[in-house]
């Protein structure tokens, strides 16, 4: 068996579950944020991911993203049901992992992956669609990006950067959360009644765990535990700072006070902003960008109310726009000082990079919505959607789980 480094390969065993655990983390901000009535449909929605995306993963995904590329597209179906991958390894010969331990790891990133998208399905959806549909773009939509981006595709040809998934994670989730929301329609009482979250407690509680787990999900992608994790680990934690800053001042200069929710979801914002960049940027460039993308997903969540969808906990504000922002400013402040793999921004001599970044960006933004807005008409045409009023009005958790939150 060819040798592996074991340092390395413990990091990324545990980056692994890091990053696994962000999915219970961001059940619990979603549900913080939804009604008391609709608590476990929230929960369930990116609970239930982890054991489908895993099985779809391990059949299908992980060829279509990392198989042999076909015409810069799409991958090879060498690997499915993840025929050959034990006993082989991953990356650089003096830091080479198991390839089992890198699929898993990918494997997390396409579960949490389906589970932002549900932030736009809340209250509204029929879980049995929401089973399909989340089957279906893991394979259609997620899959063929990572393969564009990671896998050999034509993105990565180009030479675009994402370190850790600004645009196969954030900018694709928010785009198909976009399609989602105009195919699904607004909530009943949305624009006339508040709809307020239940818990904002355990929202902060989901946003410490996912701060938490995004170590696993930007250091990790280093792929191995030498400097450039190190690097990256940095970057993760100061930008999630500044954003949480920026966010809160912004309140406080437009509302006079600055939110709990407001400190969780500015967090959340810079944590998403850095997320292509951290391993090609150093720390100071990381505290301009956390801050630059806390107070434009902060003014970004007015985008709903301005457009007139209804993306119930702001998927679109702060992960299309923060992903947006983040992989632009990768453009500007990226530096092969931080990583020789990378490439040089604007402001290391090559303006090259920002337009390459641009083209990542607007490329994910039209697959993703595209066919995304596409399996959702299949769906509703099909099984439908949306859930009747009688049963929006008494709360997902009885009528599609049997099952309530709490017991008063």
């Known amino acids: 068996m060819p040798h592996v480094d074991t340092g390395s390969t413990a990091w990324m065993l545990v980056s692994a579950a ?15 944020m939804v009604r008391r009535k609709n608590v476990l449909s929230s929960t369930m929605h990116s609970f239930f991911a982890m054991g489908l995306v895993s099985i779809i993963w391990a059949i299908i995904g992980y060829t279509l993203a990392f198989g042999p590329d076909k015409g810069g597209l799409i991958g090879g179906l060498n690997f499915a049901g993840l025929s050959g991958v034990l006993g082989s390894v991953t990356g650089a010969k003096d830091a080479a992992i198991p390839t089992s331990v890198f699929v898993m790891y990918q494997g997390m990133f396409a579960i949490i992956t389906v589970g932002l998208i549900t932030g736009a399905i809340a209250e509204r959806m029929k879980f049995k669609a929401y089973v399909v549909f989340t089957a279906l773009w893991a394979v259609l939509v997620y899959s063929p990006l990572a393969h564009w981006v990671w896998g050999g595709g034509w993105l990565m040809q180009l030479g675009a950067l994402d370190f850790a998934g600004g645009t196969v994670v954030h900018v ?113 460039p990381a505290l301009v960008i956390g801050a630059v993308v806390g107070i434009a997903c902060y003014f970004g969540l007015r985008l709903k109310s301005r457009f007139g969808f209804d993306d119930a906990l702001d998927v679109v504000g702060v992960h299309g726009v923060g992903g947006t922002v983040g992989a632009l400013l990768t453009g500007v402040f990226a530096s092969t000082a931080i990583n020789a793999a990378g490439a040089n921004g604007l402001l290391a001599g090559d303006p090259s990079l920002l337009w390459k970044q641009a083209v990542g960006v607007l490329a994910t933004i039209a697959f993703s919505f595209s066919v995304s807005f596409i399996i959702l008409k299949l769906l509703d045409a099909t099984m439908g959607l949306r859930v009747s009023e009688d049963v929006e009005a008494a709360g997902l958790d009885i009528s599609e789980h049997a099952e309530t939150g709490y017991e008063f």
């Open 172 to 284: 694709a989730s928010a785009s198909a959360a976009l399609a989602c929301a105009l195919a699904l329609g607004k909530r009943t009482g949305y624009g006339s009644e508040e709809l307020r979250p239940h818990n904002i407690p355990m929202s902060v509680l989901g946003a410490g765990i996912l701060w938490f787990g995004w170590f696993g999900f930007n250091a990790g992608s280093a792929l191995g535990s030498g400097h450039l994790a190190g690097s990256a680990f940095l970057a993760t934690h100061l930008s999630a700072a500044a954003g949480l800053l920026a966010w809160n001042l912004a309140e406080v200069l437009t509302d006079g006070r600055p939110t709990v929710l407001g400190a969780a979801s500015g967090a959340v914002a810079g944590l998403v902003g850095i997320t292509p960049a951290a391993g090609f940027v150093g720390p100071m």
């Open 18 to 32: 890091l990053v696994l655990f962000m999915t219970p983390g961001l059940a619990l901000f979603y549900a913080g």
